[in-house]
T-cell receptor, first 109, second 121 residues
Framework: GQNIDQPTEMTATEGAIVQINCTYQTSGFNGLFWYQQHAGEAPTFLSYNVLDGLEEKGRFSSFLSRSKGYSYLLLKELQMKDSASYLCASMDSNYQLIWGAGTKLIIKP | GAVVSQHPSWVICKSGTSVKIECRSLDFQATTMFWYRQFPKQSLMLMATSNEGSKATYEQGVEKDKFLINHASLTLSTLTVTSAHPEDSSFYIC?????????????????FGPGTRLLVL
């Protein structure tokens, strides 16, 4: 079957670094996506990986290992506004996104 | 990135009435749009895949006669919640796939509308 696993909740300190892990099993693979969702708002696109390795975009980086079915989102220099849910999603062979339940990230001063 | 809009952003209605939600792709054509529902503190739940010019594909457990989807053009899909009841109160979000241009070529990426919050009294 298709399955996406990520931690339910994480807590980190302002200014620190946090890594949110995601493992996936989908029918076919057309990329791994990370979205950010603030409470009461729709998700916004953060990053996309289809090849193994690290993709860096400012304070956010995303990593993919296709052989391990594993990805992580790395957030550096955490700011209070980074408090949100982070959704991991794998795009299957039909170009449909299979969603994880999301990781709620709590940033403390 | 691609822009997807939704209207209305908020709707409050009486039980038994029908509510129509519009989803538009503003700067690209979307042959496929997706409708999600999200209850408080829960993950996104895909309700249906809306295909331009053909019938929508509904996920298991979603009543197609209650949630009517029409995708009449390449930029517009509508979701009508018929005879809404309080348990239909939720956050409804549409999305569409659009190419994300990268050095290696385009990759389909899903962009979301801002969502519609429905409250049925």
């Amino acid at each position: 079957g298709q399955n996406i696993d990520q931690p339910t909740e994480m807590t980190a300190t302002e200014g620190a670094i946090v890594q949110i892990n995601c493992t996936y099993q989908t029918s076919g693979f057309n990329g791994l996506f990370w979205y950010q969702q603030h409470a009461g708002e729709a998700p916004t696109f953060l990053s996309y990986n289809v090849l193994d390795g690290l993709e860096e975009k400012g304070r956010f980086s995303s990593f993919l290992s296709r052989s391990k079915g594993y990805s992580y989102l790395l957030l550096k220099e955490l700011q209070m506004k980074d408090s949100a849910s982070y959704l991991c999603a794998s795009m299957d062979s039909n170009y449909q996104l299979i969603w994880g339940a999301g990781t709620k990230l709590i940033i403390k001063p | 990135g691609a822009v997807v809009s939704q209207h209305p952003s908020w709707v409050i209605c009486k039980s038994g009435t029908s509510v129509k939600i519009e989803c538009r792709s503003l700067d690209f054509q979307a042959t496929t749009m997706f409708w999600y529902r999200q209850f408080p503190k829960q993950s996104l739940m895909l309700m249906a895949t809306s295909n331009e010019g053909s019938k929508a594909t509904y996920e298991q457990g979603v009543e197609k006669d209650k949630f009517l989807i029409n995708h009449a053009s390449l930029t517009l899909s509508t979701l009508t919640v018929t005879s809404a009841h309080p348990e239909d109160s939720s956050f409804y979000i549409c999305s569409a796939n659009a190419p994300l241009w990268r050095l290696a070529g385009p990759q389909e990426t899903q962009y979301f509308g801002p969502g519609t919050r429905l409250l049925v009294l």
